[in-house]
């Protein structure tokens, strides 16, 4: 999913958002390209990944972590469900005209700015899993018995 956000952000995203809605004309006619397609498999496959990653590894030190890249992203989908996919269809779908309009420039350079920091937050929950998931496999009932912290 980080490598489709990082990709995007390299190479399809400066193209649209340079001059709308004349730089939309990737998003428009017969031959539009169509990102929502891998967005909208992608994301629940990784919750259904997080939630087996999860559940084996319910009784571990790793929970915390995978609990709180889970709560994570959920947030970020919901960000994204509520402003990023409303805002994106908004500006991708105004009709075409060589003219740049200067509102829908600011409303693409926002858009832009904001996803860029939506992607840090990604690859800081990555961080955070990837943390988790090389943690020791000590069980959190075996620590919590010996009296040790578990984190």
């Known amino acids: ?7 995007e952000h390299l190479s ?3 193209a649209w958002s340079a001059a ?3 730089s939309l004309s990737m998003f428009q006619g017969a031959y539009a390209i169509k990102p929502e397609l891998f ?7 990784n919750l259904l990944l997080f939630i087996i990653t999860l559940a084996c590894h319910w009784k571990s030190d790793r929970r915390r972590n995978i609990v709180a890249v889970i709560a994570g992203y959920g947030l970020v989908l919901l960000v994204t469900s509520l402003y990023f996919v409303p805002e ?20 693409a350079a926002r858009w832009e700015v904001l996803s860029l920091v939506r992607l840090a ?25 010996h009296g040790l912290k578990t984190a």
């Open 1 to 7: 999913m980080i490598g489709g956000a990082v990709y």
């Open 12 to 14: 399809i995203v400066p």
């Open 20 to 22: 709308p809605p004349a």
């Open 39 to 45: 967005w909208m498999i992608i994301h629940p496959l």
């Open 88 to 107: 994106l269809i908004g500006i991708t779908t105004t009709p075409f005209s060589r003219t740049p309009d200067p509102e829908l420039t600011r409303r």
């Open 121 to 145: 937050l990604l690859l800081l929950l990555a961080s955070l899993l990837m943390m988790g998931l090389s943690k020791g496999n000590r069980s959190a009932t075996v620590s919590a018995r």
